[in-house]
């Protein structure tokens, strides 16, 4: 038996997990147990009859509470793999590596000074700055900078990006209230650029190289960015770039990174973590949560190749729960 | 950049689905669809059975009660579209 812990279970706010838990169980391999950890008590997942059991966390800003109840977890379940759903549990577990080792969990991430470096937007944007890494024009600011600088450098639209999401600016004075509302220490200001868009989702092997991806190109989006549907594809600079990024960064398991452009590709997003979409991985021939599992644990696993062609059609499935059981994780 | 005689192939990114009066190709690497109607369906099989632009025209001519001149010029112009696109590519 091996018992894999998956957190992340709101799918209705585009957490992956269930999205995990989906491939997992198209793996096949009915000797996995998966245990599935929420900070919500009403997150989607938990009523969703596909785990074998279900825990309610701490939030992982709640650094220690959030040992402690994997500690307690981890008496009754004894995980074996855990894989994380949030770029905060990601930061939050690399940081705490040792002791989650020293409980027998293993981890596909790596350690906290590579997570440090891609850890937020601006630190992003500076490690592809100093890597060579295409991206769109972009400047890091904060509440005090002179907006004056920054409209003279960029071009409108903008998206301001930090840890809440992107946000357009079509102008001066739209960029000016945005940036009074965030008043965040630090975030992107970054021109917004046309053209075709492309995500893939890639598994960093401990070796530190990509050992398996899938990537695709998003046929129709929602009108805050969602992909809404989107079709498998091969374009080799989409690769290119990906292994350029992830060889040079040292990135150890599952990361998302998004393009734009048209001949020429910019990377725009990077997400320490699979994406929503990460069961059409599996659909498509190359199980990546599966494959973190085996190799977290050490054994040898094959990772197909992609088949191009296959489409996702995003979905939100109702679920029908017994009112009692809705307060059963609270 | 191409002659009568020029022969085209479809790039092996390419895939194809073609029905009665219509079809679609899908490039893997772009991810772009593109759709056919009925004589850019027939022109496309007959390009995947290895014709070239001239026995393409010559044999759409049997089909079609249209001047050559102007089937030579939808072929080729069809045949460029193609290749721009990055469907086809020149193989002589």
């Given at each position: 038996m091996t018992v894999v812990g998956v957190t992340g279970l709101n799918s209705f706010l585009g957490a992956p997990g269930m999205g995990i838990v989906r491939a997992l169980r198209l793996s096949g391999d009915r000797d996995l147990r998966i245990v599935g950890m929420d900070y919500s008590p009403f997150s989607?997942?938990?009523?969703?009859?596909?785990?074998?059991?279900?825990?309610?966390?701490?939030?992982?800003?709640?650094?220690?509470?959030?040992?402690?109840?994997?500690?307690?977890?981890?008496?009754?379940?004894?995980?074996d793999v855990i894989i994380p759903s949030l770029d905060e549990e990601v930061v939050l577990l690399s940081e705490m590596r040792d002791s989650?080792?020293?409980?027998?969990?293993?981890?596909?991430i790596p350690d906290s000074r590579c997570v440090s470096r891609v850890r937020d937007k601006a630190s992003q944007i500076e490690f592809m700055r100093e890597s060579g890494i295409p991206h769109p024009k972009s400047m890091i600011v904060t509440a005090s900078s002179n907006l004056d600088e920054i409209t003279r450098d960029m071009r409108f639209p903008v998206l301001i990006k930090c840890e809440d999401g992107a946000f357009p600016a079509f102008n001066e004075e739209e960029l000016r209230i945005l940036m009074r509302r965030l008043g965040r220490k630090k975030f992107v200001v970054q021109e917004y650029l046309e053209g075709d868009e492309y995500s893939i989702c890639i598994l960093a092997h401990p070796e530190g190289r990509i050992c398996g991806h899938v990537m695709q190109k998003k046929l129709a989006q929602s009108d805050i960015g969602n992909t809404l549907i989107g079709v498998v594809v091969d374009r080799r600079d989409v690769l290119e770039i990906s292994r350029d990024f992830v060889e040079?960064?040292?990135?150890?398991?599952?990361?998302?990174?998004?393009?734009?452009?048209?001949?020429?590709?910019?990377?725009?997003?990077?997400?320490?973590?699979?994406p929503a979409w990460v069961s059409l991985t599996a659909a498509a021939g190359v199980n990546l949560p599966y494959a973190v599992v085996q190799i977290a644990l050490g054994r040898k696993y094959e990772i197909g190749r992609q088949r191009t062609g296959l489409a996702i059609v995003r979905a939100v499935e109702d679920l029908y729960v017994d009112i009692f059981d809705i307060f059963k994780y609270k | 950049m191409t002659n009568q005689s020029s022969k085209f192939l479809p790039r092996k990114t390419v895939r194809d689905q073609i029905e009665d009066k219509r079809g679609y190709l899908f490039d893997e690497e772009t991810g772009y669809v593109y759709e056919l109607n009925e004589t850019g369906c027939k022109i496309w099989i007959l390009l995947k059975e290895g014709l070239s632009n001239e026995e393409i025209v010559s044999k759409m001519a049997q089909e079609y009660d249209v001047d050559v001149t102007t089937l030579e010029n939808d072929v080729k112009e069809f045949l460029k579209r193609l290749v721009e696109y990055g469907i086809l590519e020149v193989v002589r």
């Open positions: 989607d997942g938990l009523f969703s009859g596909s785990l074998d059991k279900a825990y309610v966390i701490p939030h992982p800003r709640r650094r220690r509470r959030f040992l402690e109840r994997l500690k307690e977890i981890n008496k009754v379940e004894k995980i989650i080792e020293s409980l027998g969990i293993r981890c596909l040079k960064l040292g990135w150890i398991g599952p990361m998302e990174l998004e393009f734009i452009g048209m001949r020429e590709l910019y990377l725009t997003d990077v997400n320490l973590r699979f | -």
